[in-house]
Nanobody, 123 residues
Framework: QVQLVESGGGLVQAGGSLRLSCAASGRTFSNYKVGWFRQAPGKEREFVAAINWITTGYADSVKGRFTISRDNAKNTVYLQMNSLHPGDTAVYYC??????????????????WGQGTQVAVSS
């Protein structure tokens, strides 16, 4: 199976930036789609961004502010987050699933999950 570890979270002021990393051990990311999801306390887990071989997808709430990218040689996926605001505060999770680009924003499409990294944005 695949083990995923997120890092890069922290506390940042509104308007600031963070870059999250998701490092995988086991099977290479090149054979998977990888997504970022976030969850605030008491709220549902929501889709943020996803990537496969050639395609990316973003939630409307982060489009134009966040960028997902991958380095297959390092088995690492990144989420660059710019222009952060308090609504972005959440635990951010990376996840891996099958390579087919079908309903990529749904939690059910992903089989492996990391432990999460906390992002807090102050106003």
């Amino acid at each position: 199976q695949v083990q995923l570890v997120e890092s890069g979270g922290g506390l940042v002021q509104a308007g600031g930036s963070l870059r999250l990393s998701c490092a995988a051990s086991g099977r290479t990311f090149s054979n998977y789609k990888v997504g970022w999801f976030r969850q605030a306390p008491g709220k549902e887990r929501e889709f943020v961004a996803a990537i496969n071989w050639i395609t990316t997808g973003y939630a409307d709430s982060v489009k134009g502010r966040f960028t997902i990218s991958r380095d297959n040689a390092k088995n690492t996926v990144y989420l660059q987050m710019n222009s952060l605001h308090p609504g972005d505060t959440a635990v951010y999770y990376c996840a891996a699933g099958g390579p087919r680009w079908y309903e990529y924003a749904r939690v059910a499409e992903y089989d492996y999950w990391g432990q999460g990294t906390q992002v807090a944005v102050s106003s």
